[in-house]
T-cell receptor
Framework: GAVVSQHPSWVICKSGTSVKIECRSL??????MFWYRQFPKQSLMLMAT?????????EQGVEKDKFLINHASLTLSTLTVTSAHPEDSSFYIC????????????FGSGTQLSVL | SQKIEQNSEALNIQEGKTATLTCNYT??????LQWYRQDPGRGPVFLLL?????KEKRKERLKVTFDTTLKQSLFHITASQPADSATYLC??????????FGRGTSLIVHP
């Protein structure tokens, strides 16, 4: 099946620094990628929809200036958490659509972000 | 918006038994419903999709049913194994077919 690679798997950073997370579709082209955040024992919360070559669409309540998304190619989307604070600590997961109408999503392995 | 309910309590079963997980939704019936498996510290993995006009779908030891009258999907794992222990998420498409996920139910299969 299709593979989505996400890096890094985990990152620890100091408060106020920025962290970039990469999401790559390895064997298919993904015009649309999704970024989710998940807190322990909670459901995946959609943060934004990333479209290749255009601006991302952010969900209500997600600060677009804090969570910068770039989808410069058909195989790469990045999420940058700017000026990270402890409340940004969470599990971030990307996914790419494979097929019509998002009938099958392939997820990255996730990134555990811990902000000290 | 769609509200998805999955049992938040973990399901503990003995190896070899059939595990049954429930997914209920509250609003409109979706065009399809998906089930994913998520292991701790990992991203979800797609398992099955069932469409609104399908009553049942099978894949190896997995079986999914979809009752649009009850607004419910049941997910069965037959002959369960300890390796089946994970959290199982159901998801329904919302606007622009972007999936909304339930909280998931943790399954623990004891040897």
């Amino acid at each position: 099946g299709a593979v989505v690679s996400q890096h890094p798997s985990w990152v620890i950073c100091k408060s106020g620094t920025s962290v970039k997370i990469e999401c790559r579709s390895l064997d298919f082209q993904a015009t649309t990628m999704f970024w989710y955040r998940q807190f322990p024992k909670q459901s995946l919360m959609l943060m934004a929809t990333s479209n290749e070559g255009s601006k991302a669409t952010y969900e209500q309540g997600v600060e677009k200036d804090k969570f910068l998304i770039n989808h410069a190619s058909l195989t790469l989307s990045t999420l940058t958490v700017t000026s990270a604070h402890p409340e940004d600590s969470s599990f971030y997961i990307c996914s790419a659509n494979f097929g019509f109408a998002n009938e099958k999503l392939f997820f990255g392995s996730g990134t555990q972000l811990s902000v000290l | 918006s769609q509200k998805i309910e999955q049992n938040s309590e973990a399901l503990n079963i003995q190896e070899g038994k059939t595990a049954t997980l429930t997914c209920n939704y509250t609003n409109y019936s979706p065009a399809y419903l998906q089930w994913y498996r998520q292991d701790p510290g990992r991203g979800p993995v797609f398992l099955l999709l069932i469409r609104e006009n399908e009553k049942e779908k099978r894949k190896e030891r997995l079986k999914v049913t979809f009752d649009t009258t009850l607004k419910q999907s049941l997910f069965h794992i037959t002959a369960s194994q300890p390796a089946d222990s994970a959290t199982y998420l159901c998801a329904l498409p919302g606007g622009s077919y972007i999936p909304t996920f339930g909280r998931g139910t943790s399954l623990i299969v004891h040897p």
